[in-house]
T-cell receptor, first 114, second 115 residues
Framework: AQSVSQHNHHVILSEAASLELGCNYSYGGTVNLFWYVQYPGQHLQLLLKYFSGDPLVKGIKGFEAEFIKSKFSFNLRKPSVQWSDTAEYFCAVIRSGGYQKVTFGIGTKLQVIP | SAVISQKPSRDICQRGTSLTIQCQVDSQVTMMFWYRQQPGQSLTLIATANQGSEATYESGFVIDKFPISRPNLTFSTLTVSNMSPEDSSIYLC????????????FGQGTRLTVV
């Protein structure tokens, strides 16, 4: 079975600082990779996704992620965070092919200080 | 893509009662998934629901506690039975696109508080 590890459980940054959230997965086959965001009191939203091709994917709100196959990693980055980025971020994987379930990481709470 | 409607969006229930959550999809889908997000935690899969067969439950979840119906290809319900405060969570319905570029779509969730 696949699993997802998120290294930073709680991150505090000042506005304009750069962000990188780590995500590693374990599964020997082909996976599709996702980052979701959940703003306080709101529902889950998709930030970005990776299926194949260019390993650097861009998502909404200036976020990007890089898939490094050799490291089984899919780290999320943003060059300059804003107070409005305060939220919880979940890395997730789906095994490619079929109607597979989503395996989520434990989540990273990001707090951006104005 | 798929548009998923979940009802109710939130509820406050008395312990010992049951709540049925409805999930309606705007297109026919083979499999539907139910997830739980306990306060401050990540999302955990409860069960997978196929039309015309019994749901498949993940370890730690049982049918008596979380009965699921899947009467057709666009609709499913999850019942949280004999509720206790520990059942206070967000419950989400999800569907997948299938194929190599499998992607999941989520409903807006049902925020359940058991008092």
């Amino acid at each position: 079975a696949q699993s997802v590890s998120q290294h930073n459980h709680h991150v505090i940054l000042s506005e304009a600082a750069s962000l990188e959230l780590g995500c590693n997965y374990s599964y020997g086959g082909t996976v599709n990779l996702f980052w979701y965001v959940q703003y306080p009191g709101q529902h889950l939203q998709l930030l970005l996704k990776y299926f194949s091709g260019d390993p650097l994917v861009k998502g909404i709100k200036g976020f990007e992620a890089e898939f490094i196959k050799s490291k089984f990693s899919f780290n999320l980055r943003k060059p300059s965070v804003q107070w409005s980025d305060t939220a919880e971020y979940f890395c997730a994987v789906i095994r490619s092919g079929g109607y597979q379930k989503v395996t989520f990481g434990i989540g990273t709470k990001l707090q951006v200080i104005p | 893509s798929a548009v998923i409607s979940q009802k109710p969006s939130r509820d406050i229930c008395q312990r010992g009662t049951s709540l049925t959550i409805q999930c309606q999809v705007d297109s026919q889908v083979t499999m539907m998934f139910w997830y739980r997000q306990q306060p401050g935690q990540s999302l955990t899969l409860i069960a997978t629901a196929n039309q015309g067969s019994e749901a498949t439950y993940e370890s730690g979840f049982v049918i008596d506690k979380f009965p699921i119906s899947r009467p057709n290809l666009t609709f499913s319900t999850l019942t949280v039975s004999n509720m206790s405060p520990e059942d206070s969570s967000i419950y989400l319905c999800s569907v997948g696109t299938g194929g190599m570029n499998t992607e999941a779509f989520f409903g807006q969730g049902t925020r359940l508080t058991v008092v």
